[in-house]
């Protein structure tokens, strides 16, 4: 692979990463009660796997940039993605999609759902393709334009979904009414 291209991916994750502990951290009250509801752990154990969580997104995001070896974060990407897709499966198999995500931060609730799951799939497939061995070619001053450029359109691409996932449950329920 290009190495261009695998900075791109690495850089955009890692962002992604970064900016989910980043909202946990700042509101630890709500993202426990989000962790709560989705009823999967003992609530002495809510606290510290919030705790585990917030450390292991850091940690993927740092690897994804500062290692050597990038294998290791897109690996831990990798697993992080498929633990939320089981937890967020898990709800809609009980039928709970009324419960937030807690993707977005506690500013901005999220309702689960299967768009969620294809979602952490093509993250997950990003992921996988970011621990592929990229080719020897030298990075250049010009690859910095590029792969800066494509981890701020991969953001826009990300953000520009996420609303879309956000608005198809009441687009669904107008179709349904009309």
Not at 91 to 115: E, H, K, Q, T
Not at 140 to 146: F, G, N, S, V
Request: charged share 15%.
């Amino acid at each position: 692979m290009d190495p261009a291209f695998s900075w791109i991916l690495r850089g955009g994750l890692a962002a992604l990463f970064a900016v989910a502990a980043t909202h946990k951290l700042r509101d630890l009250e709500t993202f426990g009660e989000t962790l709560r509801a989705y009823q999967i752990l003992g609530s002495g154990w809510v606290a510290p796997a919030g705790a585990a969580l917030v450390l292991a997104e850091l940690g993927v995001a740092i690897a994804l940039v500062l290692s050597p070896d990038v294998r290791m974060g897109a690996a831990g990407a990798a697993v992080l993605l498929g633990l939320y897709s089981f937890g967020i499966g898990i709800n809609l198999a009980r039928g709970r999609r009324d419960i937030d995500c807690g993707c977005l931060g506690p500013s901005a609730r999220s309702p689960l759902s299967g768009a969620l799951l294809v979602r952490n799939g093509v993250l997950m497939f990003a992921a996988a393709l970011a621990g592929l061995p990229t080719t020897s070619r030298a990075l250049h001053p010009i690859d910095a334009l590029t792969i800066g450029g494509g981890i701020v359109a991969a953001a826009f691409v990300f953000i520009a979904a996420q609303q879309l996932a956000a608005l198809a449950p009441g687009l669904r329920g107008r179709r349904e009414s009309a």
